[in-house]
């Protein structure tokens, strides 16, 4: 219910609003255990997929909105780098791919929180989009196969797992509903 205004009665909230929730400050361990997890879950060996989610770079993306003075350019960097290298990969590729999406997502970051978790997906799945076609471009400079099309299936997953992936790293941060009548917050 909305508070009362003055000489009236409350009005019922619309069906569709969020409530908003104030969450603590992240821990700076949680966000470097976070990245660490994703980064050893793309480690391992589970074959050359090309339509699996890139977990590492939406973990990246998340906390580039949410703590970008934290995680920046210079994290995507250097985990494309070690991506690069666990591939095997040409060295750079990953890496010019997290540093642009790191990059984009800083950029985007304020108007990105503005938006309910669907309406975000919609509004990432552009940058998991490019960040795949650059690795795509930096592949077929360099010589490589044709991926085929479902090389371009893992950013629309990554965009249907957003919500999902929001709400998990979000959940240390939310408060416990402990209702004070002499602390609002």
């Known amino acids: 219910m909305r508070p009362q205004r003055a000489g009236g ?43 699996l989610p890139d977990l590492l770079a939406m973990c990246l993306v998340f906390w580039n909105v949410h703590q970008p003075r ?55 799945l552009p940058l998991f989009l490019a960040a795949r076609l650059v690795e795509f471009l930096v592949s077929m400079m360099a010589g490589g196969a044709m991926p085929g099309i479902t090389f371009f299936a893992a950013p629309v997953l990554q965009a249907a797992l957003w919500p999902l992936l929001s709400w998990m790293l979000l959940a240390p941060q939310r408060r416990a509903p402990e209702p004070d009548q002499n602390r609002p917050l």
Do not use: K, N
């Open 9 to 51: 009665a409350a009005q019922p909230r619309e069906p569709g609003a969020h409530r908003e929730v104030l969450l603590l400050a992240v821990r700076p361990w949680f966000i470097w255990a976070t990245l660490l997890a994703a980064l050893l879950v793309e480690c391992m060996p589970l074959g050359r997929r090309p339509w």
């Open 70 to 124: 934290r995680v920046g350019i210079g994290v995507g960097f250097v985990c494309g780098l070690l991506i690069d290298a666990q591939h095997a990969a040409l060295l750079g590729e990953h890496a010019l791919a997290y540093s642009l999406l790191g990059f984009f997502a800083v950029m985007l970051h304020r108007r990105l929180l503005w938006f309910a978790l669907p309406q975000q997906a919609l509004q990432i």
